[in-house]
């Protein structure tokens, strides 16, 4: 399970790293230096990046005759596309709407990877909860979600979505 847990620490960075932008944690740019919005999108971009590669390797390494994490590739994609398309939009000073456009079907269509998930609890609440934060990333970008309290759902998708699970797997311990 080592690429995916490559997928969970670099995309739990990317997440933290947005949730504190958001949380207005270290915000504000300096006086003459850019937004510190751009290292939050470059970030957001490795992140996104290393999602389709661990997909692409899976998809190579593993045939879906004999696994079917063949279909956990696709879910990566998902949301391998969007930290890109995010990163760059923070990278290039980008309207934010479109990624809030982008966070609707990202929100959405995972919830039919859910019969994947049929056997753990911990990642069947994972992949609504990602939906509820997808869902307010749209919220967010159009102005009906404030940003401190996207910040706080970030924070809490960083912290228990994307970090808690490969400190289980590391410690050696199950989930339910």
């Known amino acids: 399970m080592p690429p995916i847990t490559m997928v969970f620490i670099l995309t739990g960075l990317a997440v933290f790293t947005q949730a504190m932008f958001f949380l207005g944690i270290g915000a504000s740019a300096e006086e003459g230096k850019k937004s510190p919005i751009i290292p939050v999108g470059y970030i ?15 998809t190579v390494v593993r045939p879906i005759e004999d696994d079917p994490s063949l279909l956990l590739a696709g879910l990566i994609g998902f949301y391998g596309l969007f930290f890109i398309a995010l990163g760059l939009a923070e990278i290039l000073g980008l309207d934010l709407r479109v990624i809030g456009n982008l966070a609707i079907p990202t929100a959405i269509l995972p919830l039919f990877w859910i019969n994947f998930f049929s056997g753990s609890t911990t990642f069947t609440l994972i992949l609504i909860w990602w939906t509820i934060a997808f869902l307010s990333i749209t919220l967010t970008t159009y102005g009906k979600l404030q940003a401190r309290a996207l910040g706080v759902i970030l924070m809490l998708t960083a912290v228990f979505t994307f970090f808690l699970v490969p400190v289980f797997f590391v410690m050696g311990w199950n989930l339910p």
């Open 44 to 58: 957001s971009v490795l992140a996104g990046i290393v999602n389709l590669v661990v997909g692409v390797y899976i």
